[in-house]
């Protein structure tokens, strides 16, 4: 069985750090595109940012934010710095074929995992 499992949110002041990860199982995303979306309460899911052979993000994370893999733990990362109250939502790891430069188009929240919970308070 095919497994995303999220992990590594909490609670953050304004400007604070934290690290996601996602963890995957049953096989081998070393060569997919893998990246992050989130959620915010009573919004629609936004696409973060994706990694296969380099990194894309959306504008309001640009700067703040880094993906990487780490293939041989077939695990992801979200370094999320100088966050900001509106980055408070459950963020969702994700991996799909599609292009990296067209996930800006797609809504994978919840599809994979149950996500991890991301507050920032100001």
């Known amino acids: 069985q095919v497994q995303l499992v999220e992990s590594g949110g909490g609670l953050v002041q304004a400007g604070g750090s934290l690290r996601l990860s996602c963890a ?14 989130r959620q915010a309460p009573g919004k ?8 296969r052979w380099s ?38 790891c994700a991996a799909d074929s599609t292009p990296p430069s067209r996930w800006y188009q797609l809504t994978m929240c919840g599809y994979w995992g149950q996500g991890t919970q991301v507050t920032v308070s100001s």
């Open 24 to 37: 995957t199982s049953g096989r081998t995303f070393s060569t997919y595109p893998m990246g992050w979306f």
């Open 44 to 51: 629609e899911c936004e696409f973060v940012g994706v990694i």
């Open 55 to 92: 990194t894309y993000y959306a504008d309001s994370v640009k700067g703040r934010f880094t993906i990487s893999r780490d293939n041989a733990l077939n695990t992801i990362y979200l370094q999320m710095n100088s966050l900001k109250p509106e980055d408070t939502a459950v963020y969702y």
